[in-house]
């Protein structure tokens, strides 16, 4: 009984991921088709629809502006997230907390019709009101994008500090030291490399975001997914099969890069607690 | 004391110093501060846009810049709610599309339960290493565009497109099965976009769960397929909570999805509040869609609320 069910388990791991790869995979293929039909094989070409691509003059500038939003905007949302997760792990108690936390949860889920026409309803009244922000473009894409990552990034870092450890900040501040001091000595050194992949989360979330971007942006400022969107709906394009066989590469490398590193770094700390307690024991 | 003194304004940074003179002159404790940062940013631009959007909802559609105003014909502010939601629930056409929405989020969430439940299982029952490599590779599709995994779907399921070919070059079919367009595609496109934020959840709970009780009840004659239903599923419930609610509530909104996979009948009401928007420009008209889908998601968002802060105090 044991062994049937776990085959049939085993064998709906295999079905899923199928079902999970296969569409990416058909878009690496065709990138590599040497017809205009994305879905006929007209013959295998290396560069074709990556020269075209190259070639595209709309398509690089809404990366180059897509790549520049992106980082800004993980940047400050990695800020405003790493407190956000901090202040829901060590402040259990304060004048609305509960409404803060879900603040910080509900972007996580929201529609994204909804985030990006309230967004640019606030940006219209604040204009009206202050005169602040002029027109759209630049900076309300961005203060939107930061909006909506930092509910990511605030997750990630909510539950890196859950399982922190406190004993070396308490030796710190028993060692006299102040509690900003402690944060940025001890505190923020140690939980950097998940501050990183917060960082690169946001990064990848504000690099795809259409709905939202829709919304809050004027005319100048047309997004890498604003260009495809627009591309797709016309219908399919060998450019967009070789775009996204880069995005999928450098996706690819990122993460199995950072897993192979993490399984490294958590083998060296299993390294490290042995030889602790060995040390222990002989003592 | 002296000494303990001198040592601590050496171990003081000079920039945290001065920040913490400023702050101590201005009576601003440190701690207030940390919090109110995220706060006060998430007040303005996540909390308060919901009352603005609640304040257009009832305001007259106009030919200006910004295209609506409070003040009726005879310059009186008057909330008009008869032009907004009037129309939600006189045409027949925002109720279908409402009500479509919430049937297909449903039935997508119960399918990505069925889907992504044993596989979430499976996972957990791996070894650890192996565990590992499927978690990645759950994870990966995530990090991959969006909008690029949903175009891959138009190549698959278009007439000429992949899987029409290799049926009828199997012979299974004469001629191509028109999948595109359909709500067949937008169901597929749900399910495949939102299984990751399914099986998460799962996964982090059945990896955590005593394995020593089904051990138990099967020791006392139980059968595994009985523990799994009486055991494992009861136990995994919180997972099967949050999962649904990361599936359920972004899927109501959908607009991409049934935009580019779905036919004209596909009717969505997250498509029907950007044409709104951006097609008719009748900004009073897509407010109310907005407040009428969050009047919908309210309790959705509360369990999924509780839940996250069941979870936070579990852990600490």
Known sequence: ?283 | MAATESARSVSRLPASSWIHNLLQSLGIRGRTLVIAIPFLWLLLYFFLPFLIVLKVSVAFITIAQPPYTHYNEAGHLVFNIGDSYGRLVSDALYIKAYLNSMVVAAISTIICLVIGYPFAYGMARCSHSVRNILLMLVILPFWTSFLIRVYAWIGLLKNNGLINDVLIWIGLIDSPIGMMNTNFAVYLGIVYSYLPFMILPLYANLEKMDMSLIEAATDLGCKPLKAFFVITVPLSFPGIVAGSMLVFIPAVGEYVIPELLGGPSSLMIGRVLWSEFFSNRDWPTASAVAIAILLALVVPLMIYQKYQDKELEKES
């Open chain 1, 1 to 283: 009984m044991t062994n049937r069910l776990s085959w049939f388990v085993i064998l709906w791991l295999v079905v899923v991921f199928a079902f999970l790869y296969a569409p990416i995979v058909s878009v690496v293929v065709y990138s590599f088709n040497d017809s205009k039909l994305v879905t006929v094989w007209g013959g295998f070409t290396l560069d074709r629809w990556y020269i075209a691509l190259a070639n595209d003059r709309q398509i690089i500038d809404a990366a180059v502006l897509s790549l520049e939003i992106a980082a800004i905007s993980s940047t400050l949302a990695t800020i405003l997230g790493t407190v956000a997760g901090y202040v829901l792990v060590r402040f259990p108690k304060f004048m609305g907390r509960t409404a803060f936390s879900g603040m910080v949860n509900a972007p996580l889920v929201m529609p994204e019709v909804i985030t990006g026409l309230s967004m640019l309803l606030l940006f219209i009244s604040m204009e009206q009101l202050i005169g602040w922000p002029q027109g759209r473009g630049l900076t309300t894409v961005v203060i939107a994008h930061v909006t909506f990552t930092l509910s990511y990034i605030a997750v990630v870092m909510r539950s890196r500090f859950l399982t922190l450890d406190l004993s070396l900040e308490e030796a710190a501040q028993d060692l006299g030291a102040r509690p900003l001091k402690v944060f940025f000595v001890i505190t923020l050194p140690i939980v950097l490399p998940a501050i990183v992949s917060g960082w690169l989360l946001g990064f990848t979330i504000s690099l795809d975001d259409l709905v939202i971007t829709s919304f809050t942006n004027g005319p100048g400022t047309t997004t890498l997914p604003q260009v495809v969107f627009s591309k797709v709906r016309l219908g399919l394009d060998p450019k967009i099969n070789a775009l996204a066989t880069i995005i999928i590469a450098i996706v690819s490398i990122g993460v199995i890069f950072a897993t192979i590193h993490m399984r490294r770094q958590e083998k060296q700390r299993q390294r490290d607690e042995q030889m602790a307690i060995r040390a222990i024991a002989k003592a």
